[in-house]
């Protein structure tokens, strides 16, 4: 679940943007609520005719905190197009569960495209983690073929597509313990891959940096999680770590 409601999005802003800023966005959650309490970020909508699920305004500001029942991520995308995150971000999570800042289950990807898509955080973004479980910079939750898997995209099968996740930004672990910069997990079975996995071997590519400061404990920059049985597929570019 996320801020809004289903038919928005599973985290803080919609699965249909296309471009993120934040404006020194600060942000929190419980597990239960999540919001910006100073600062702003704006969003970009895809071009029209792409295929997306969701609404989303174009600003979200100190105005905007929504209670669910529980908030996953702040940013969570699915759908069939390159999106990129930029500017200034601070969260906290207060959570007694995983949270993520950002979300990439890319299931969409090869409904219509016949090529590549990336995901791409170019900012720099500050965690803290004040709440008994893990806060993750940049997840990667790799599922193939529609949201339940098995809808066998042409463009998956031929291994045209797969999906990109990429920090070019800067992701710092500062206070608090069990945290993740950047992680990579399954949402399928092992022995589904053919059908609920990417053909061809996604991508996570730490291009930017990954701090853990000194007043971070019990983090890592680079982890894979379980999420469901199979083997997370992905090569992965380790790159610079402070």
Known sequence: MG????????????KIIKKY????AVASTNGTTVGITSGN??????????????NSPSTLDNTDSTAFSS???????VNDYD???????????????NILFISLNPYEYGRTSSTDHKFSF????????????TLVGFEHQLLANGPGGGENFTNVLNSNVTSIAENTGTIELNSGKKMIGMMIDTEY??????????????????????????????SIGIDYGFYESAAPNSSVKIGKKL
């Open 3 to 14: 801020v809004w409601n289903e038919s928005w999005t599973r985290g803080l802003c919609s």
């Open 189 to 218: 079975s092992d022995g589904d891959d053919a059908t609920h996995g990417f053909i061809k071997t996604p991508q996570t590519n730490n291009n930017g940096t990954i701090k853990i400061a000194e007043t971070a404990s019990e």
């Open 122 to 133: 170019d900012g720099h973004v500050v965690l803290h983690n004040n709440g008994s479980s």
């Open 83 to 97: 999106v990129s995150v930029e500017g200034n971000y601070d969260f906290t999570s207060t959570a007694g569960f």
């Open 41 to 54: 970020m704006t969003m970009i909508l895809p071009p029209s005719g792409i295929s997306s699920t969701g």
């Open 21 to 24: 800023n934040g404006n020194n």
């Open 71 to 77: 908030v996953n991520a702040f940013i969570s995308h």
